[in-house]
Each structure stands twice: as C-alpha cells, then as structure tokens.
C-alpha cells in the first residue's frame, strides 16, 4: 500500500468557497478563518441533527403501516411509532439494487451521472464506484458544521479497484464509520465454526436436540475470545429464558458451541476462529481520525449478531455526541434482512415469531419466516438505539413512544430497493421484485419525523425520489444545495412536504435506472440463472448460489447446467443460450434461459409508468449474440391493499394502439425520458464529474499519483485498470471543454420543477 495513500484519500475533498443561502436569500452560515461554515450571529439554535435509517431488501410490501404487508406482515412496532410521529411517503422510489440507491440518496444524482449503475463487484473499476471527488451527504453537512458517522454495510466503494481500500468511507466523506465495506454477508458457515462437516448446520449454529436429534445438543462448552488473544469458556446447558438454545447463544455471544463436552483449559484446536458467518461472524471495518482498523475475525466486536452490532457502534457514537454543540449526522445502514437469512436471538422477537423457527435455514417455507424474523429484529434494534439516546421513551407496556418534539433530531427510515424475490408479499409480484425497475422492484416506504415536521401523523402521496433526502438534509441545514454541488443535481425539494399539509406535488416525473458497472477490457459479471433468468447482477459465484442461482461462469459445476460448460463456464448470458442450443437444437426453445435486460430506465408519474430495457440474447441464425430493446407501458396506482402494479399481463403496449388518455401520457412521458438521457453526455477528461474539464481536473490528477497509486481511479480515461500519463494527455487534449450546456441541464431538471 503505498504511504499516504489513506491521508490522501481522506482529504481529497472538493474544496468550495460559495456562500451558503436559506429559502429567503439570507446567509445562513459565514465561513470561518478555519473554513468551517459556522451559524450566522442572528440564529439561537443550530441545525438539527440526523439519523438515516437504510433498511436491506425492505420494499413497500413489507409494510403494514403503508397499506400493504401481506397475510403475515412482519411487526415493526418501532419503524411505526416514527412513522406516527412524522410522514410517511407512499409514493418513494429507489434504485432496483443497493449500490446505485445508496449513491444516490447520498449524492442527489442518478447513478448514469457516476457510472455506478449496479451491484459493486470485486471486478468494477472505481470509474463505477462513488468517487472521493462526488459531495456526499457529509461533505455537504460539513458546510454546516455537522460530524458524520455510518455504521452497517458501505457498498459505496472499495475495498477492491480503489485507491483508499478500506479506507472508502472516510475518503468520502464520513468523520467515523464502524461497519462492513462489502455489501451481502458471507455464506452461512455450515460448519458451525468447525464443528461439523460443511452443509451440517444450515444456520450456523448447533441447534438443540429436539430439533436436530442426530447432530443438536442440549448443553455445551462455549469458547470465547477475550479480545486480547486469549480464550474463555463458559458451560452451558439448555435453552434461555427467550428460547435460543445453547448453540444459538453461544454464537450470538461471538463463540464457538463444542456439544456435549465441559470447559477445558486449553480451547480445542480445531475450532474454526476464521469462518466468516453470515450475519454472526464479519469482517468490521472501523474508520476514524485518519486511520483504519481491519479487525480480525478473531476479536469480540466482528462477532455477534450484525444488526446489534451496528445499533451498539451508533449508540455509543450518537451518545458521544449528543452534548456537543456541533449537529451529527449519523447513518444506521442495516445488513438485515439481505441474504443469507439466518435466524436473530430470540430476545429481538417480541411477537414470538421466535418459537417457529427451529435452526433450519434451508427450507423455502422458514426462509419467508426467517425474513420476517431479521425484519422485526432490524426494528427492535432501533427501538434500543431511540431510546438509549433519549429520541423516544418506553411506554407503560414497554411499547416505544416516540414525540418528534422531544428532540433536535429529524429520523429518516427508508428500503434501499424491493424485496428479494422468494421474500415479496401478496399481492406484489414476485417475479418483478429486487433488481427489476418494475414497482415491487423499486416502491420503497420513506418515513420522515422530527421536531420539523408540521402536523406530524400525515401520509404523502406525492412522487419522491431516493435522490431528494440527500436535497432535504442540506435544506434543513439551511444550506443552498445546487450551488453547492457541482454538475448535475437530480433532487428535487422535499423541505415543503414536512412545512405545508397542503404543498402541491415538487416532481413532475420519477426516474429509476440499472446498468453495467466499468470493468477491465469491457468485461461483465459472469451469468447467473436466478428466478427463472438470465442475470449479470450478481458479482460472483458465491453470491448467485447464496441467492438460490445457478452460476454459470468460470468455475460452473452445477449438474444442471449444459455438460460441456462444467468449470469452463461462459462470460455472457447470450451464450448460455448458445450452450443450450449447441447441446441440444431440437429442445431449444423449452429449454432456453430468457434474458434479464442488462441496462433498464424507468420514468412515471401518479397514473402511468414508461420501462425501456436493454438486453443480449443468443440468436441461432447467426450463432451470436444480438442487441434487444424493448418498451413496456403500464397504468399503476397507489390502492390498498391491492395496488395497480406493472404486471406482465398488463403491457398497454402489448395490448396494442393506446386509448388517447393513455397515448398522451406515453408521449409525454417518453420525451420526458429522452430529455432526461439526453442530459448525460460523455465528457473526456472529466474525472470530478463537474459537467468541465479545468485545472481542477488537473490538480486531482496529480493528487491521486503523487500520493503512489496508479491503479484504477476516476481519473483513468481510457478504463485499462491504470491512472498514468495517458490520462493526464486526455485532460490536456480537453482542456477548456465545458460537457454539460445549460439547455442540457434544464431538460434534465424538468421533474424537479
């Protein structure tokens, strides 16, 4: 690692130097001789703090206090009491995956305006992951003088490709951040930290006896690492007052469950102290004052039960903050309920969903369980967070009561994307969930609460995009966001939803996209089959088959696959139908795999939704891959509690020549979506994203290989891996060009009005 190399990353920030504006015109902040933007003389109070709740995987169906959550809805009495004391926006749209969404809420941009248009992989170069040069949230905050902190799953940037490693979140911005840079968890350690044969504890720990007769057990030696090297013990035997049974608590606790044995002075040497867990045993990464800290697998605080790990790490920070006079923001981005599913302790289960789970992680039925069970433990965990930092107190019966005037905190809860698909509730539709631009794919609950909001309790049904909070953190900060970030802003106002009961719609359309993530040689994903497609989402194999896919990349050796592709694979989806066609012509057609598109771009508005996807499919008359694209028009809506949704058997299009209400709307809405394409041009030479190509693209250069590193940055134009002198010609070849006219921008801006 070159020296400097975290310094450097943890420093580059865009510098700026324009005065900072309120609603009214007037200066809401000076910039000390220090540069910190500091409160104006005629303001008593400083801004509120934050706490952004991202929850994994948690579309609008999972949400009974939205309408929806099927016949067995998870309990969420803490998202709930927020939700009462604040508004709900039913009417949200992310991103279909994390990444992209994650960007964009934290920057106000589309993922096109970054390049990060899908899942971060181990292969994407950082031209397609978030760029230290981008103004996150905590850059725009630090304007106002806030500290930031993030705790749970980045899935930003980094490690891989990327100058700063694990060191990304403090390069972007965030002051501290105690959480897992990677986004999914490892598979479930079947083993159960080397206990048994893999595949024997499909939810990584022993269960007991009752459950299990052939491997369970009742009682046990549980090993414990003391953080200093060494190894407790501690003997156990039969389950808790909750329910979890002694293999359940021991690995809840961070250690390892030997069966039926007493504590010995030595721990047994085969135990498998460096099994990643799923969400039990991770690999914490903790960012703070210039440093990072890869914490071995070994140590207490990477073991125990993810979700409690990251409301511990937030509580602790927020409660060392809450006497400063200096406004926070912190980020509680929950791993829960992605997959691998894997059941929480029982105590975090107050509706007793705990006693039908029996340790068995296999089973499709337990996975809807599982789900379920990792959802209402998300929610009592931040039930522990609002009131271990004073933003709630606890009911007479132990329910949370939360009063957004009780503090100077405004809570943000949202989904990251839809549901995963073996997880959505009726009547969503399962097979376009997570990952697809269609509703359950992208329909998101947003909750908004705190001592700003008027006349707390409300529901808004009108369009917000992910895009907007990051808007809505600076303007309730007082800051004048679009001046403040360069390029292309995407966000839309959201301060006059929480101000006026009566504020007309601020979004004349919505927008969502998915694409390709830049890799080396204009490499792919390799092809996963999940849910019936083709997919290049998932960035590796272990993933797909964590999803339940069949991997059919290098290193294939699923026995349902063509024969001939065992561990040779193939890099494109096309080609698996090549595969299946060359095997066997005459059952082609029964047997191929249809094709999930490869780029997508959603637009709408309250009443009809415009899909155009992208895709490669094999075709035998030519033996090769052909380009595909297609467009898709539906009438949605909002009911409860069954909503119009984009369902296959609804294409208008399909359907043939459009009524004139219809055809009107499609008009509208596809120039709206040209225009808003249009608004992204390429711009060699760019490497801050600013819409120009100016000395400051020059001076970044400089900073990024001056400090040692020459692998793949933003700033490497021609995507060979490399930041070199090759680069720097670029910038030089285009020196003074400005990408991004003003005609451009206002297009892009018009669902912003």
């Given at each position: 690692m070159p020296p400097g190399k975290f310094a450097l990353c943890a420093t580059l920030l865009l510098s700026l130097s324009i005065p900072t504006f309120g609603m009214a015109g007037q200066p809401l902040f000076s910039q000390a001789q220090n540069g910190d933007w500091i409160l104006a003389d005629r303001f008593e109070q400083r801004p509120p703090n934050f706490l952004l709740v991202i929850m994994d995987d948690v579309g609008i169906d999972q949400m009974e206090s939205f309408g929806y959550g099927g016949a067995t809805p998870p309990a969420m009495p803490s998202i709930d009491a927020i939700a009462d004391g604040g508004l709900r926006?039913?009417?949200?749209?992310?991103?279909?995956?994390?990444?992209?969404?994650?960007?964009a809420l934290l920057t106000g941009r589309y993922p096109m305006r970054n390049r990060l248009e899908q899942v971060i992989g181990p292969n994407d170069l950082a031209n397609s992951q978030l760029s230290q040069f981008e103004v996150t949230a905590p850059k725009l905050l630090r304007h106002a003088g806030y500290r930031s902190a993030m705790f749970g799953k980045f899935h930003l940037a980094g490690p891989f490709n990327h100058a700063a490693g694990n060191g990304t979140p403090q390069a972007l911005g965030w002051d501290y951040f105690a959480g897992f840079i990677l986004g999914a968890p490892s598979s479930i350690d079947t083993t159960a930290g080397g206990i048994g044969p893999a595949g024997t504890y499909s939810c990584g720990f022993i269960p007991d006896a009752a459950s299990d007769p052939v491997h369970g057990a009742d009682s046990g030696a549980c090993y414990l690492p003391d953080g200093t090297g060494g190894i407790g013990c501690l003997e156990l035997a039969g389950n808790n007052t909750d329910g979890d049974p002694p293999g359940l608590q021991?690995?809840?606790?961070?250690?390892i469950l030997v069966p039926n044995q007493s504590c010995q002075a030595e721990a047994p040497g085969h135990l498998a102290w460096e099994h990643e867990n799923a969400h039990y045993v991770s690999p914490l990464m903790i960012n703070h004052d210039g440093q990072v800290e890869e914490v071995p697998l070994t140590d207490p605080r990477g073991r125990g039960y993810r979700s409690t790990i990251e409301i511990d790490a937030a509580i602790d920070w927020i409660q060392q903050h809450q006497a400063s006079s200096q406004p926070w923001m912190a980020t509680v981005s929950f791993t829960a309920p992605h997959t691998p599913l894997q059941q929480p302790p029982a105590h975090l289960l107050p509706s007793g969903l705990a006693t039908h789970l029996d340790g068995d992680c296999d089973d499709p039925i337990r996975q809807r369980l599982l789900s379920d069970a990792m959802t209402e433990a998300l929610d009592a965990e931040l039930g522990r967070l609002m009131l271990a930092t004073g933003l709630a107190e606890s009911g007479p019966g132990g329910e949370l009561h939360y009063d957004p005037a009780g503090s100077d905190t405004v809570v943000v809860v949202l989904g990251d994307n839809g549901t995963f698909a073996p997880l959505v509730k009726a009547p969503f539709d399962a097979q376009r969930a997570k990952g697809t631009p269609y509703q359950t794919g992208i329909w998101v609950p947003l909750v908004v609460a705190g001592p700003e909001v008027d006349q707390p309790g409300r529901i808004v049904e009108h369009m917000v995009n992910v895009t907007d909070v990051f808007r809505l953190f600076g303007e309730l900060a007082g800051l004048d966001v679009p001046a403040l970030v360069p390029g292309i802003l995407d966000a839309a106002p959201m301060r006059a939803y929480l101000d006026h009961a009566d504020q007309a719609p601020l979004r004349e359309f919505n927008f969502v996209q998915t694409g390709q993530n830049l890799q080396l040689h204009g490499g792919v994903n390799g092809p996963c089959e999940i849910l019936d497609l083709c997919s290049h989402t998932l960035p590796a194999k272990a993933?797909?088959?964590?999803?339940?896919?069949?991997w059919w990349g290098e290193g294939a050796d699923d026995p349902s696959i063509v024969p001939d592709l065992i561990e040779s694979g193939v890099e494109h989806c096309w080609q698996v139908n090549q595969a299946i066609y060359h095997h066997d012509p005459a059952q082609y057609e029964s047997n191929r795999v249809p094709m999930m598109p490869t780029a997508t771009q959603a637009i709408g508005n309250d009443h009809?939704?415009?899909?155009?996807?992208s895709a490669t499919d094999y075709d035998p008359a030519t033996d090769s891959g052909v380009a595909t694209e297609?467009?898709?028009f539906y009438h949605i809506n909002r009911a409860t509690p069954v909503p119009l949704l984009d369902t296959a058997d609804r294409d208008l299009l399909a359907a043939g020549d459009l009524d004139p209400v219809p055809a009107l709307h499609y008009k509208r809405l596809s120039q709206q979506l040209d225009d808003i394409m249009a608004s992204q041009v390429d711009c060699p030479g760019d490497g801050n994203y600013d819409g120009r190509v100016d000395q400051t693209d020059i001076d970044n250069y400089h900073s990024i290989v001056d400090s040692g590193w020459s692998g793949s940055s933003t700033y490497d134009f021609n995507l060979d891996g490399q930041t070199d002198e090759a680069d720097l010609q670029i910038i030089m070849d285009h020196l003074g060009t400005v990408c991004r006219p003003d005609a451009i921008q206002q297009e892009s801006e018009r669902g912003n009005p």
């Open positions: 926006f039913r009417n949200t749209w992310a991103m279909p995956v994390c990444s992209p969404t994650r960007s021991c690995l809840t606790d961070g250690g993933v797909c088959e964590v999803n339940g896919g069949i009809f939704k415009l899909i155009r996807s297609t467009e898709e």
